[in-house]
């Protein structure tokens, strides 16, 4: 699903383009994330936030297509917010994200609504666009 | 037995010495949590010249003053003034035995006692056999009441020869006629000194053996006590080690992967971006680095100070105190090196204050950290001018940083109160 809806945060945002909303406690990996989608013409940043319970409280109300969501940040943490985030809107496409092999990665990450999972290291435009792709 | 030589008891026992003897003869009975189970251990020297009083006061009374007084009242013959001339000397000998004891010389002591006992307990025998009960628990007491005191060998060697003298002295009664000048005496004083010296020199013994069995007690019970404390302190720095396996995984996870995941992420863009991009990523990606760099310098030094390991305290403290949050004033008085785990025992104690101070202290917090040391002691203080807490409420860093003194046989003492600061003080014995 793409929409053609101006962004209500981060000012107006090209018609049909992904909205891509970046949960993460690390500005380093927001930066890199952002520099991602600045290189895809199809998917643009929508919005970012450190905390899973900033995320549950924006993106609630907010506008997006995809939360790319950290699994271990302070706090709420990524899997629980992905919870919440996917109760409220089912609609959402929500991409868990970490440094962790799938393997050292809580069993509950399978059950939480989460339409994929994305090794940090793996991320570029093209993955980015597959997994959408894929869900869609 | 003992396995050491006596040690004078430690200074500035709480209570008088003068109260020694109502202690050890209420604990003599039991070992009461009352008195404080530390009582008999802690009067030792007191013990062992109470029982030497005791004997003493046997030997003057009964071997000296009754047959000087037979011979003024009741007997007038030269004969009685032998037991005199057993007993003055042995008194003597014991004088000096408790002289030799306030000295310290507890060896000397015990060995002239022991010796010069048997000996005078066998004059007596011969001097009038029907004595030998007596003289029998006479010649056992110093040797009950030396044991603790002496190394097991000795106190083998010292039993045997008891057991020896009394079997001389049972022998010498079994064969020696008894003195024709003691069969014409007066029997009813014999009877009297029998009569009183059995049960005064049985319950002296018992008193010596219940004092011992109690301080066994007392030192199985302060073991027990030592051994769970061990216990919990070995389970607090385990669970304290495992903690910060944990914090360097978070850290590790959280800082420089992340640094370099995103940097990864950054070169696969700029490998595939045009040129006018190109640029951009790359200064990203630059960034990311010196951030990395930055991260895990941090991280190194957490883990273990360079400069403890070069300069050790005298030159790791300072850099400490320039990096704390708070303005911190040094002073550093005979600091040498010590092993590894002593210096990292004191940086990390002090490395914890800091961090407390600076955390809890409230505004305008100031510290000062002072370290003396000389050949016997390392002490270490770190005062600062903060809120201060409620020492009840003390965290798992500074209980830490106890478990880790005591397991280097040193000791942290935490000072502090609502409203008035906090002193930590760290004391180390650094001549082992």
Known sequence: MVRGKHAWHAGPVADECVRVWVVDDQPGFRRATAATLDAMDDFVMAGECETGESAVELIRDG??????MDIHMPGMGGIEAAR????????????????????????????????????????SPDLLSRIWRAAR | ????EMKPPPAGAAMPSWRAPQVLLTAAVRSSSLLGHDLINRFRAERYELFLSGHFALWASAGVVLPLLEYVFWYRTPYVLLFAAVGAPQCVALAIGLRLARLGRYSQS???????????????????????????LVAIVPVVFAEPYIRWQRGLAFTVITAVCVLAMALLTRFLPIPDVVQHGPRWLETLVIVVGVPFNAFHLLVIVWNNAAALRTSEGQLADRAAELGASRTRLTTAADEERRRLERDLHDGAQQHLVALSVLIGLARNAE????QALLMEASDLVEASIVEIRRLAHGIYPPLLVSGGLSEALPTLAARAAVPVHLDLRGLGRYPTSTEAALYYCCSEALQNAAKHGGPDTAVTVTAHANDQMLNLAISDTGRGFDPATIGHGLI????????????????TAPGRGTRITAAVDTSV
């Open chain 1, 63 to 68: 506008d997006a297509d995809i939360v790319l």
């Open chain 1, 84 to 123: 919440q985030i996917h109760a409220a809107r089912p609609d959402l496409m929500v991409v868990l994200m970490s440094t962790y092999d799938l393997e050292d990665i809580s069993a509950a990450a399978a059950d939480c609504g989460a339409a994929a999972y994305l090794h940090k290291e793996r991320l």
């Open chain 2, 1 to 4: 037995m003992a396995s050491s």
């Open chain 2, 110 to 136: 015990i060995s002239l006692v022991c010796i010069t006992n048997w000996i005078s307990a066998v004059l007596v025998t011969v001097v009038n056999p029907n004595f030998l009960a007596v003289m029998a």
């Open chain 2, 275 to 278: 040129h006018d991009r190109y």
């Open chain 2, 400 to 415: 830490n940083m106890t478990d880790r003194l005591s397991a280097i046989g040193g000791a942290l003492v935490i000072d």
